[in-house]
C-alpha cells in the first residue's frame, strides 16, 4: 500500500515563496505527479518527476527524491489566483497500469 | 476543444434511489476513472476501465456501479447500497500506459446530495 503525506494548509503573502512538501511510502514507485485544484473545480495538472532532481516551469518548480520517499513543489512570485489545493499524487509500479494515490491536498492561502 | 465532461453539475439523490453520473471524453483517451473526493481527504479511485467492455474495482468500489461500452463514455451509478454518497465525484481519462509521463485529465466534477 502507499501513505501519502503533505501540510494540510499554509498561508503566505502575495510575491512571496512557498513550498510545499510531499512524502510518502510506497512498494514501488514510477512517478509523482502535483496538481492544482480551485474550490468546487477539476484538479489540473502541474508538474511530473521520475527522476530526481528539480523541475522548473515557470513560476511552479517541483523536486524529487526517490531514496528519501519526498517531493516538494515550490511555488515563486505568488499571486491570490494561487490560492488553491495542491495535490500530491504517486503512481505505484506494481501494477502494470499504474494507478494513481492521491493525498489529501495542501490548501494555499496567499494574503495580500 | 478536447475534454472531459461531466454531467449534471449538482445531483440529488432520495432515499433507495440509484442515481447515474455521466462523463464523456473526446480525447481519444484509453483508460478512464472515477474519484470520489471527501472534504479533508484525498480523491479515493472508485472503478476504473483501460479499455472498452472492461473495467475493475478500485478502493471503494462497493454501492456503486459502471458500465464501458464505448471509449468515450464512462458512467458511474450510484445505487442505494451507497449509504454516505454524498460527495464530489471526479471523471478523469488517460493513455493507457504504465510507464508514462501523461497525466490524467479530470472534468469539472459533480456534486452529489442525499433529499
Known amino acids: 500500500g502507499q501513505n501519502i503525506d503533505q501540510p494540510t494548509e499554509m498561508t503566505a503573502t502575495e510575491g512571496a515563496i512557498v513550498q510545499i512538501n510531499c512524502t510518502y511510502q510506497?512498494?514501488?514507485?514510477?512517478?509523482l505527479f502535483w496538481y492544482q485544484q480551485h474550490a468546487g473545480e477539476a484538479p489540473t495538472f502541474l508538474s511530473y518527476?521520475?527522476?530526481?532532481g528539480l523541475e522548473e516551469k515557470g513560476r511552479f518548480s517541483s523536486f524529487l527524491s526517490r531514496s528519501k520517499g519526498y517531493s516538494y513543489l515550490l511555488l515563486k512570485e505568488l499571486q491570490m489566483k494561487d490560492s488553491a489545493s495542491y495535490l500530491c499524487?504517486?503512481?505505484?509500479?506494481?501494477?502494470?497500469?499504474?494507478?494513481?494515490?492521491f493525498g489529501a491536498g495542501t490548501q494555499v492561502v496567499v494574503t495580500p | 476543444d478536447g475534454g472531459i465532461t461531466q454531467s449534471p453539475k449538482y445531483l440529488f439523490r432520495k432515499e433507495g434511489q440509484n442515481v447515474t453520473l455521466s462523463c464523456e471524453q473526446n480525447?481519444?483517451?484509453?483508460?478512464m476513472y472515477w474519484y470520489r473526493q471527501d472534504p479533508g481527504q484525498g480523491l479515493r479511485l472508485i472503478y476504473y476501465?483501460?479499455?472498452?467492455?472492461?473495467?475493475q474495482k478500485g478502493d471503494i468500489a462497493e454501492g456503486y456501479s459502471v458500465s464501458r461500452e464505448k471509449k468515450e463514455s464512462f458512467p458511474l451509478t450510484v445505487t442505494s447500497a451507497q449509504k454516505n454518497p454524498t460527495a464530489f465525484y471526479l471523471c478523469?481519462?488517460?493513455?493507457?500506459?504504465?510507464?508514462?509521463?501523461?497525466?490524467?485529465?479530470f472534468g469539472d466534477g459533480t456534486r452529489l446530495s442525499i433529499l
Open positions: 478523469a481519462s488517460s493513455i493507457r500506459t504504465g510507464g508514462s509521463n501523461q497525466p490524467q485529465h
Open positions: 510506497t512498494s514501488g514507485f514510477n512517478g
Open positions: 518527476n521520475v527522476l530526481d
Open positions: 499524487a504517486v503512481r505505484d509500479q506494481s501494477n502494470s497500469w499504474g494507478k494513481l494515490q
Open positions: 480525447l481519444n483517451h484509453d483508460a
Open positions: 476501465s483501460q479499455i472498452v467492455n472492461d473495467f
